[in-house]
């Protein structure tokens, strides 16, 4: 059983699948599901949707047990706009709503925030999405989209891994109660060589896929989304809940 965090009336899994840059991903994304998982993360921005929506056709998992997500793309954030592609990403995903909805990054066409988050709640108070958030925004904008949404955000997304420093994005999100939701959680690759993430993942065993995502369950307020298009790995990011990491490998870490 996956573990579930909360905030502001959400409940999320806490790991999730992420689908950016895999393409035609329903194959995936019904293993993954028949694995376990129970949170897919999309966005219209990554051209997933499509095959997130054939992928939990296929799996026979209902949609009431799935926690789905996806997001509006910065060219899309004029309040009309956004209700367009709001209504595209449900016709791509074959559903009636999403389960969390976000702005996928800050605008770029100077649109006012307000105007924007007033179109996220809207698309909230429709039945379209049961949760709202944003993703890559900084805390000064964080602020300033608490301040003009008529709805609580229930979490921030944004890229968070043993390679960058994200402390002070968490201590925001932890003081106003919202899940921060990690995307690239191995970083891209990057951390596969790490001495540090190699000896501990020797010492317990596990991939360094395994001790970084339970580096990141472990903090308590974070959801993070590996995505693989391998199947043993798929199911591999997903056992991260049998163990737990040392006081001492988590700082080393």
């Known amino acids: 059983m996956i573990p579930s965090l ?19 991903c329903g194959d995936l994304v019904a293993t993954a599901l028949k694995l376990g998982y129970r949170h897919i993360d999309t966005a ?8 997130v929506g054939a992928g939990i056709r296929s799996s026979g998992v209902p949609r009431s047990e799935i926690f789905l997500v996806t997001k509006v793309s910065h060219e899309y954030l004029r309040a009309d706009a956004f209700a367009r592609s709001v209504e595209e990403s449900l016709k791509n995903l074959q559903v009636d709503y999403v389960d969390m909805l976000h702005v996928h990054w800050p605008s770029m066409d100077k649109v006012p925030l307000a105007e924007t ?5 809207k698309a909230r ?6 949760h709202i958030g944003v993703a890559n925004f900084n805390i000064a904008l964080l602020e300033e989209a608490q301040s003009v949404c008529p709805e609580p955000l229930a979490t921030l997304q944004a890229e968070y891994h043993p390679y ?15 899940i921060f939701t990690a995307y690239c ?12 993430l190699t000896a501990i993942a020797q010492g317990r065993g596990k991939t360094i896929a395994q001790i970084v995502l339970r580096w990141l369950v472990q903090q308590g307020d974070i959801v993070p989304i590996p995505r693989s298009s391998n199947p043993g790995r798929i199911a591999q990011n ?7 990491l040392t006081a001492e490998e988590m700082r080393r870490i």
């Open 117 to 121: 988050m007033g179109a996220l709640a």
């Open 125 to 130: 108070r429709e039945g379209l999405t049961r």
């Open 164 to 178: 960058l420093d994200q402390s002070k994005v968490l201590d925001y999100c932890r003081r106003h109660g919202m």
């Open 6 to 24: 909360t905030a502001h009336g959400c409940t999320m899994p806490q790991i999730g699948f992420g689908t950016s840059q895999l393409g035609d």
């Open 44 to 51: 219209w921005k990554y051209g997933s949707e499509k095959g």
């Open 185 to 196: 959680p191995l970083a891209r690759g990057r951390l596969f060589n790490d001495p540090v």
């Open 238 to 244: 997903l056992a991260v809940f049998d163990f737990e």
